[in-house]
């Protein structure tokens, strides 16, 4: 399955970006989507999820900074990204899967069966 992330870009600090990852041809709802970052030479870090019941879980550090909203009808998720930092920049990937997801997955790697291939965000 393939998602498609889009948005990214060289942003100053304190400024704000919006990324968008669509799901073109997938067949089958999407229950559960996810934003997740990765610097390099780094895991990938969950960064903000939501599910089909608006369901939403923000790491600690982006919390009151990023809103993430889904479309259930589109199968797009939206991150908006305000009071960028440096520390944010990384390729952000957008991951997706069928299932409703318990809070200890939401933000990891482990409860995503499909992913895009990322978007590049640097904050200087």
């Known amino acids: 399955v393939q998602l498609v992330e889009s948005g990214g870009g060289s942003v100053q600090s304190g400024d704000s970006l919006t990324l968008l990852c669509s799901a073109p041809?997938?067949?089958?709802?999407?229950?559960?989507m996810a934003w997740f970052r990765q610097g390099p030479g780094q895991y990938r870090e969950g960064i903000a999820a939501?599910?089909?019941?608006?369901?939403?879980t923000y790491k600690d550090s982006v919390k009151g900074r990023f809103i993430i909203t889904k479309d259930n009808a589109k199968n797009t998720i939206t991150l908006q990204m305000n009071s960028l930092k440096p520390e944010d920049s990384g390729v952000y990937l957008c991951?997706?899967?069928?299932?409703?997801?318990?809070?200890?997955?939401?933000?990891?790697?482990?409860?995503?069966?499909?992913w895009g291939e990322g978007t590049q965000v640097t904050v200087s």
């Open positions: 991951a997706a899967d069928r299932r409703l997801l318990q809070p200890r997955l939401r933000l990891s790697e482990l409860g995503y069966k499909d």
């Open positions: 041809g997938y067949r089958y709802r999407i229950v559960s």
């Open positions: 939501v599910d089909e019941d608006n369901t939403i």
